[in-house]
């Protein structure tokens, strides 16, 4: 009996799992649901996901396609080993460029047809950037391009049950932000015939900010909200994950409840997520907003201490320190930008700060009141000409007013309503006297949201 139709149009593998139709079987489905359930230990694969699927991970992690062939994982997001490409409203983009969290993605395909080669690529236009084979890998083993891709069919090896499947590392770090295109191309083996699957690769690099933070009360409760830019996936408190409550553009805001422990502790971590997996970790204190730091670096066991030593003529200096939560000062290993509630409608040009003495880059948000400067991991003292919203603003020179009027060009600014927050953790600081810095007021290292 002859075959009659187009041989050509067979899909080569399965669609990602991202891009599955639902309502439909696949043939992978049937399999895991059949290896999951088997009563023979030898044979069972509870863990076993046998359909094409793609992720995010760390460049620097060990490759596991043995135990990904052998079924006894798989490269599905779990959000520990893998994580989501994925954004919330789900529009089919792949987010992904996180430094050491999602700069290589993980693709791994059911076959349906037997494919003499399988290859992926990622372009900028009509520029391929780079570019590589996908494997085939089989039984613990990474067989590379030697057979192109075989059949996904179940056979016996020395673990049970085993399984031929497409796979690839693709490694981001070496482009920049921006969107690209990422192709799968897979030509069928006696056909020549070619498919492809493509999308939208977003390559993120930058991790999400504080625009403000507010604490309210209501119904003898207090809660916390963090207004957030590029925050889009999640907030984090105390192993808690939380989604956006409202959005408004690249504006992203959350609120938590504020426990009595919490408040006690006068400490928390707040973990601010984006799509492609950037982060920064929060240092609050939810009972004085004045002074928030954050950095990726941050963890749950740390606090942060800022301490006024100086004010007069109109220019305020604190020590800065991280500790833990003995009052232990840390040594930090990267920078982390500081977040100082000042008041509104500032002139951005009027203002100065420095760090140690040095001049810094800040950015001011007039609307919100949020000065957001970058801190060396080694610094140890900053210096403002305008006081935080905590301190009673001292000395007679204008420049340093509080109530300083804001320019023309600070009221077109979009930004976020009320007010921000910054976390002072004072306690077990130590005062240290007779510190006094130079106020530099250097307009080209400033910039005005």
């Known amino acids: 009996m002859g075959f009659y139709g187009n041989y050509t149009i067979g899909a080569a593998v399965e669609p990602l799992n991202t891009d599955k139709e639902a309502g439909h079987l696949y043939n992978s489905e049937m399999i895991d649901a059949y290896v999951k359930n ?8 509870a863990n076993a996901y046998t359909g094409s699927s793609l992720s995010a991970c760390s460049a620097s992690k060990a490759d596991d396609y043995a135990n990904i062939s052998n079924m006894n994982t798989s490269a599905v997001a779990d959000g ?4 989501s490409t994925s954004n919330p409203s789900n529009d089919g983009k ?8 999602s700069d290589a993605l993980i693709a791994s395909f059911f076959v349906n047809r037997s494919i003499s080669s399988a290859t992926w690529s990622i372009s900028s236009g009509s520029t391929v950037k780079t570019h590589g084979d996908i494997d085939d890998i089989y039984s613990g083993y990474n067989y590379g391009t030697a057979y192109g891709l075989v059949k996904s069919w179940l056979s016996t090896g020395d673990s049970g049950y ?10 981001l770090k070496t482009l920049d932000e921006g969107e690209y295109t990422l192709k799968f191309s897979f030509t ?3 056909t020549g015939t070619t498919q492809t699957i493509s999308k939208t690769l977003v390559i993120d690099k930058t991790a999400p900010t504080l625009v403000s933070a507010t604490v309210t009360t209501s119904d003898d409760k207090k809660y916390l909200t963090l207004v957030t830019k590029g925050a889009d996936s999640q907030l984090t408190v105390g192993g808690i994950g939380y989604v956006p409550n409202s959005s408004d553009g690249e504006l992203y805001t959350y609120k938590v409840k504020l426990t009595d422990k919490i ?8 973990t601010i997520e984006d799509s492609a997996h950037n982060q920064s970790n929060l240092i609050i204190n939810p009972n004085d907003l004045t002074f928030v730091a954050g950095s990726s670096e941050f963890t749950k066991s740390m606090m942060f201490v800022a301490t006024l030593v100086n004010s007069g003529n109109g220019s305020y200096t604190f020590t800065t320190e ?6 232990n000062t840390l040594t930090l290993k990267k920078d982390y930008t500081l977040y100082i509630q000042l008041a509104t409608s500032l002139d951005v040009n009027t203002l100065a700060v420095t760090v140690d003495g040095a001049d810094t880059t800040y950015t001011y948000d007039a609307t919100t009141g949020i000065l957001a400067v970058a801190m060396p991991a080694g610094s140890g003292s900053i210096t403002l000409n305008s006081a935080p919203s905590n301190i009673t603003p001292s000395g007679t020179s204008s420049s340093s007013s509080a109530t300083s009027s804001s320019s023309s060009s600070d009221t077109t600014k979009k930004g976020c309503g009320g007010s921000i927050a910054a976390a002072t953790s004072i306690a077990g600081a130590a005062l240290l006297m007779g510190l006094g810095l130079i106020i530099k007021n250097k307009k080209d290292k400033k910039s005005e949201k």
């Open 38 to 45: 088997l009563s023979n230990a030898t044979y069972k694969k």
């Open 80 to 83: 520990t080993n893998y994580l």
């Open 94 to 101: 792949v987010y992904a460029g996180a430094t050491n969290r």
């Open 162 to 171: 085993v399984m031929h499947r497409g796979y690839a590392k693709i490694s």
């Open 188 to 190: 069928l083996r006696g």
């Open 263 to 270: 408040l006690e502790a006068g400490t928390l971590t707040a």
């Open 322 to 327: 991280v500790t833990d939560l003995k009052g």
